[in-house]
């Protein structure tokens, strides 16, 4: 396993990369003679993109990705595990992208690609 969201498992095979950005919430504010002052405003953001691919022939089966938009639809934050056992905290799933292809005579596909996106949620 290399992360945990929510119970949704994303294993070695998956070719899992992720991208990670963030934003301080600081701003500032011109002060007398223009000096600034900077202030924290909010707690910031933090976003995370994973990207990788499901392998239905090899395990995963053409329904892999359904639970992860079951838990897109139910709107709540997920706790985001590593496998060594960090925590990175509670995020929510703002989007799934899910690109099926290489499809067989019986209406099955043998790749699937997707794309999350999520936001890190403080409450």
Known sequence: MILNL??????????????????SGINS???????????RANLGRTNLNLTGR???NS???NKKL?????????????????GDGKYYGKFVILEI??????????????????ALSLEQSYV
Request: charged letters at 25%; glycine letters at 8%; zero cysteines.
């Open 97 to 114: 992208n899910e690109t099926r292809s290489v499809w067989t005579n019986d209406a099955k596909f043998l790749t699937q690609e997707f």
């Open 66 to 82: 359904k639970k992860l938009w079951q838990l897109m639809r139910e709107a709540k934050p997920l706790s985001l595990v590593a």
């Open 54 to 56: 499901t392998l239905p």
């Open 6 to 23: 929510g119970g949704f498992l994303f294993e070695v095979r998956h070719g899992v990369s992720v991208e990670m950005s963030a934003t």
């Open 29 to 39: 504010n011109e002060r007398i003679n223009n000096n600034v002052a900077h202030y």
């Open 59 to 61: 395990g995963d089966g």
